[in-house]
């Protein structure tokens, strides 16, 4: 039943001590700079992609030839600011994404290996019961809980069937 190990990686504590030390810096620059949405806001607030981007961008060139395109309320020391903060996040957030989709595949490769042997294992120890071997029931018994199944088929009296109306007659 056990496949092939799909993956086999392990971290020395340094590495894992650097790990931690690196996200508790990204952590610390980030502290009150980012915001979590929650999923209503999230729906709420739309989301700039390439072609609005670049429009932009347009605009802010714009406002930069024609001042009086500028309506009063807009003000343009925080849009700049924005503007730049997009500019530093996005290539960032894209690498931590592409980190935190190559940790996501890595960690199903991990946990199907892990499963396929512990089904291994619970097979095994399912023979093993059968067979009446000494200490294996209490085990079992803890292991086949995970699959509960439909349970035991009830033996009895089968119910007659319900009876069928006629239809009246014409």
């Known amino acids: 039943m056990a496949q092939d190990n799909l993956i086999s990686i392990e971290f020395t504590a340094q590495e894992l001590s650097d790990w931690d030390g690196a996200l508790t810096t990204i952590e610390t620059i980030l502290n009150g700079k ?3 949405l929650t999923a209503e806001q999230r ?3 739309g989301k700039i992609n390439n072609k609005r981007e670049n429009w932009v ?3 802010r060139n714009y406002i930069t030839q024609r001042a009086d395109i500028k309506p009063n309320s807009l003000n343009l020391v925080e849009h700049d600011k924005d503007l730049s903060a997009r500019t530093a996040i996005f290539p960032r957030m894209n690498r931590t994404l592409s980190i935190t989709d190559a940790l996501t595949d890595t960690v199903k490769l991990i946990s199907s290996d892990l499963y396929d042997n512990s089904l291994a294992v619970y097979g095994n120890v399912k023979e ?3 067979r009446n071997e000494p200490g294996i ?3 079992y018994d803890d292991l ?3 699959f509960p199944g439909p349970g035991p088929k009830k033996t009895g009296p089968v119910p007659a069937p319900a009876p069928v109306p006629t239809p009246p007659l014409p």
């Open 43 to 45: 729906k709420q607030y």
């Open 144 to 146: 086949k809980a995970q």
């Open 137 to 139: 029931t209490p085990i």
């Open 57 to 59: 961008t347009k605009v």
């Open 34 to 36: 980012v915001v979590n």
């Open 128 to 130: 093993m019961a059968k």
